[in-house]
C-alpha cells in the first residue's frame, strides 16, 4: 500500500520579547523561523493559531491576532489579554518569557483590506484593537490612506498601544483621527453614537472588532448610517473546538475509498489529484503537502473558505459563511467533500 506523506503541523517559533501593554495584557514577539519564513508572510488583519500546553488533554488551540503588521515590522507579534476562566490567555501571560518557543500555525483569517487602498474607518473595543492596529499601521506607512478609528474601554487604564496611538496621531495627524471612548465616562457606546461617526464615509472600508455587543451596536449604527453591507468586516473569534495541530490521516490508494479528480488553484499553483469521498478538502491538501490555508479544521473560523468552480461538493453546516457566500460558490476546505466531479477548486 502506497501513501503520500504526512504533513508536520505546526511550526516552533522562539519568543524574543515579552511586553506588558497594560495590567492585563501582553505582547509576545516572535522570530519568524529561518527555514520557513515565506509560510510566514502575513497581510495585516490576520492571526495566528497557537498551541497551549493543558495536563487535561495535552494541549488546546487559540487563535491569537497579529499587532504586528507585514512589511514593517520584522517580527511577528501577538497581543494577549487576560479574560476571567480564559486558559489560554493566562497561560501565555504566566508562563511565556523570552526564550520560550511556542508553536503556531501560518497567519490566517479574511479579515483584511482590499487592495484599493481605500480609506479606513476603524472600530476596536478592548482587545478588539490586536488586528485593528495592524490595519491601521499599514494605511498609514504604506499607503496614503486617510484613518478614522473608534476605540472603546472600560476605562483609560485599559487603552492598549496608547502611547502607539499617540505617536501615529502626532505624526499622521493629517490621515489620522483617534476617538476614544470609555465606559466608565461616557456609558456604552450607542449604535447613534456610531451612525453619527459614520456619516459621510459610505466609500471607506469599515473594520470593527471586539465583544459581540460592541460589535452589534457598531454594525446597527453602520447600516442606520447607510455604510454599504460590501463595505463591513467584522473578526469574530471563537474557542476552536478540534484540533488543527493533529496530522491527518494518510491517504490510501487501496481501492477502499472512490475517488473524484479535482484541480486546485491555489498561491499560483495547479494541483490535481483524486478527492477520497471520505476525507475534507483541507486534510486531503495537507496530506499531499500542500500549504492550505486553515486554522481550526473544525469550520469555526473561515479561514479555508474557496470557491467551486465546478463540479459539486457536500459542505458540512457552518455559522461562518452567510447565505450571500454560499450563493456565490464558497465553501470551507475544512467541511467539504467530494460529491460529483470534476472538480475544480480556487483558494
Given at each position: 500500500?502506497?501513501?503520500?506523506?504526512?504533513?508536520?503541523?505546526?511550526?516552533?517559533?522562539?519568543?524574543?520579547?515579552?511586553?506588558?501593554?497594560?495590567?492585563?495584557?501582553?505582547?509576545?514577539?516572535?522570530?519568524?523561523?529561518?527555514?520557513?519564513?515565506?509560510?510566514?508572510?502575513?497581510?495585516?488583519?490576520?492571526?495566528?493559531?497557537?498551541?497551549?500546553?493543558?495536563?487535561?488533554?495535552?494541549?488546546?488551540?487559540?487563535?491569537?491576532?497579529?499587532?504586528?503588521?507585514?512589511?514593517?515590522?520584522?517580527?511577528?507579534?501577538?497581543?494577549?489579554?487576560?479574560?476571567?476562566?480564559?486558559?489560554?490567555?493566562?497561560?501565555?501571560?504566566?508562563?511565556?518569557?523570552?526564550?520560550?518557543?511556542?508553536?503556531?500555525?501560518?497567519?490566517?483569517?479574511?479579515?483584511?483590506?482590499?487592495?484599493?487602498?481605500?480609506?479606513?474607518?476603524?472600530?476596536?473595543?478592548?482587545?478588539?484593537?490586536?488586528?485593528?492596529?495592524?490595519?491601521?499601521?499599514?494605511?498609514?506607512?504604506?499607503?496614503?490612506?486617510?484613518?478614522?478609528?473608534?476605540?472603546?474601554?472600560?476605562?483609560?487604564?485599559?487603552?492598549?498601544?496608547?502611547?502607539?496611538?499617540?505617536?501615529?496621531?502626532?505624526?499622521f495627524e493629517c490621515r489620522l483621527?483617534?476617538?476614544?471612548?470609555?465606559?466608565?465616562?461616557?456609558?456604552?457606546?450607542?449604535?447613534?453614537?456610531?451612525?453619527?461617526?459614520?456619516?459621510?464615509?459610505?466609500?471607506?472600508?469599515?473594520?470593527?472588532?471586539?465583544?459581540?455587543?460592541?460589535?452589534?451596536?457598531?454594525?446597527?449604527?453602520?447600516?442606520?448610517?447607510?455604510?454599504?453591507?460590501?463595505?463591513q468586516h467584522q473578526e469574530v473569534?471563537?474557542?476552536?473546538?478540534?484540533?488543527?495541530?493533529?496530522?491527518?490521516?494518510?491517504?490510501?490508494?487501496?481501492?477502499?475509498?472512490?475517488?473524484?479528480?479535482?484541480?486546485?488553484?491555489?498561491?499560483?499553483?495547479?494541483?490535481?489529484?483524486?478527492?477520497?469521498?471520505?476525507?475534507?478538502?483541507?486534510?486531503?491538501?495537507?496530506?499531499?503537502?500542500?500549504?492550505?490555508?486553515?486554522?481550526?479544521?473544525?469550520?469555526?473560523?473561515?479561514?479555508?473558505?474557496?470557491?467551486?468552480?465546478?463540479?459539486?461538493?457536500?459542505?458540512?453546516?457552518?455559522?461562518?459563511?452567510?447565505?450571500?457566500?454560499?450563493?456565490?460558490?464558497?465553501?470551507?476546505?475544512?467541511?467539504?467533500?467530494?460529491?460529483?466531479?470534476?472538480?475544480?477548486?480556487?483558494?
Amino acid at each position: 500500500m502506497n501513501t503520500t506523506r504526512t504533513a508536520v503541523i505546526g511550526h516552533e517559533l522562539t519568543v524574543t520579547d515579552v511586553i506588558e501593554e497594560t495590567s492585563d495584557s501582553k505582547s509576545i514577539v516572535l522570530q519568524k523561523p529561518e527555514g520557513s519564513r515565506e509560510l510566514f508572510t502575513y497581510r495585516p488583519g490576520q492571526f495566528l493559531t497557537v498551541r497551549i500546553p493543558s495536563d487535561r488533554t495535552g494541549h488546546v488551540a487559540r487563535s491569537y491576532s497579529l499587532s504586528s503588521s507585514p512589511d514593517i515590522d520584522e517580527d511577528l507579534k501577538v497581543t494577549v489579554k487576560r479574560t476571567a476562566g480564559g486558559y489560554g490567555s493566562n497561560w501565555l501571560c504566566d508562563n511565556v518569557t523570552p526564550g520560550s518557543t511556542i508553536t503556531v500555525l501560518p497567519p490566517s483569517g479574511r479579515f483584511t483590506p482590499s487592495e484599493r487602498k481605500s480609506d479606513l474607518l476603524l472600530f476596536a473595543a478592548g482587545s478588539g484593537i490586536t488586528p485593528i492596529i495592524s490595519i491601521l499601521k499599514t494605511a498609514l506607512l504604506r499607503a496614503d490612506s486617510s484613518v478614522v478609528l473608534f476605540y472603546a474601554n472600560r476605562d483609560s487604564d485599559s487603552v492598549i498601544f496608547r502611547r502607539e496611538l499617540e505617536d501615529y496621531a502626532r505624526d499622521f495627524e493629517c490621515r489620522l483621527k483617534v476617538h476614544y471612548w470609555f465606559d466608565d465616562v461616557h456609558g456604552f457606546p450607542s449604535s447613534e453614537k456610531i451612525a453619527a461617526l459614520a456619516a459621510g464615509s459610505m466609500s471607506c472600508e469599515t473594520f470593527v472588532c471586539g465583544p459581540a455587543p460592541f460589535m452589534t451596536a457598531v454594525s446597527v449604527g453602520l447600516r442606520s448610517a447607510g455604510v454599504p453591507q460590501e463595505n463591513q468586516h467584522q473578526e469574530v473569534f471563537v474557542s476552536i473546538s478540534g484540533d488543527p495541530f493533529e496530522s491527518p490521516r494518510s491517504i490510501s490508494d487501496d481501492g477502499s475509498d472512490s475517488m473524484v479528480d479535482t484541480v486546485v488553484h491555489l498561491d499560483g499553483e495547479s494541483h490535481q489529484f483524486g478527492w477520497p469521498v471520505s476525507r475534507t478538502l483541507v486534510d486531503v491538501l495537507l496530506d499531499r503537502g500542500v500549504d492550505v490555508p486553515y486554522s481550526c479544521r473544525s469550520g469555526e473560523c473561515g479561514s479555508c473558505a474557496c470557491t467551486v468552480v465546478s463540479g459539486k461538493v457536500v459542505m458540512a453546516n457552518s455559522d461562518i459563511l452567510d447565505p450571500a457566500d454560499i450563493a456565490d460558490g464558497f465553501v470551507l476546505g475544512c467541511q467539504s467533500r467530494p460529491d460529483s466531479g470534476p472538480i475544480e477548486i480556487e483558494f
